[in-house]
């Protein structure tokens, strides 16, 4: 369930360079995110995966991010990356999450597109069998990258959801915005790769500061204001 007393969690995702992920470490993210898709500026190459990882050992959760992986694929970048968290970013079916959450002993945070209400008739067949969802707009037909388009949706599409699954809050986030998206909607976290960069799959170490103090401090202040959140703490 989206506002109970689980930890509020922040995921610096695409991180490439070890200067990108101390900052993000040292800001307080809970969750770093690495890119195994080729397409995608902030691709992660298996063979540079193990030092720049080992990096947040103890520090954050580490979650790799695939787009419909094979078995041998998923297997890879597991034994390279040693993730905390799958995160599936593709057109993978709830079927499919829940092979892979058995097959590889892994919690799964399956992502889904967003762009109208009907996108939502989904989410109970994928809460049932994924450990958390990741709501991200979604991309125009054709579109090169399945997420990671800096673009926003209409956040008010997942206000009031309740599926007793942690959900989190993803597309576009920036500093500047993540103080009204958490303003409107409950989530247990947010993720954030293009609103902390200077250009695609280039990190920049000050917005990363920027986005974990901003983000922080909107779901401090919007659980505080929250009803139910000051019964559990009366
Ligand atoms: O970041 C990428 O390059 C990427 C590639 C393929 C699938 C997902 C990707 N990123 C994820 O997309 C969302 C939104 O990102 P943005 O903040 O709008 O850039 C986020 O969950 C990233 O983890």
């Known amino acids: 369930m989206a506002g109970d007393d689980r930890r509020f969690e922040i995921k610096i995702c695409g991180i490439r360079t070890a200067e990108a992920l101390d900052a993000a470490l040292e800001a307080g993210a809970d969750l770093v995110g690495f890119v195994h898709f080729p397409k995608s500026p902030r691709h992660l190459a298996l063979a540079d995966a193990p030092a720049l990882v080992a990096r947040a050992a103890g520090r954050a959760g580490k979650v790799a991010l695939l787009v419909d992986p094979d078995d041998a694929l998923l297997q890879d970048v597991i034994a390279a990356v040693t993730p905390d968290i799958l995160q599936l970013h593709g057109h993978e079916t709830p079927e499919r999450v829940a092979d892979i959450r058995a097959r590889f002993g892994l919690p799964v945070m399956k992502a889904l597109?967003?762009?109208r209400r009907e996108?939502?008739?989904?989410?109970?067949?994928?809460?049932?069998?994924?450990?958390?969802?990741?709501?991200?707009?979604k991309p125009d037909p054709g579109a090169l990258l399945p997420g990671g388009n800096g673009r926003p949706f209409d956040w008010?599409?997942?206000?009031?959801?309740?599926?007793?699954?942690?959900l989190m809050l993803s597309g576009g986030l920036t500093a500047d915005n993540v103080p009204q998206a958490l303003g409107l909607v409950r989530m247990d976290g947010v993720d954030v790769s293009s609103g902390v960069e200077d250009a695609p799959g280039v990190k920049s170490p000050d917005k990363i500061r920027a986005f974990v103090a901003a983000a922080r401090r909107?779901?401090?202040?919007?659980s505080l204001q929250d009803p139910l959140s000051k019964a559990r703490a009366s």
């Open 113 to 115: 597109p967003v762009a």
């Open 218 to 222: 909107a779901a401090s202040s919007s």
């Open 156 to 166: 008010a599409l997942v206000a009031g959801l309740d599926v007793n699954r942690p």
């Open 119 to 137: 996108d939502l008739a989904v989410l109970p067949a994928y809460a049932a069998v994924a450990d958390r969802i990741l709501f991200d707009a």
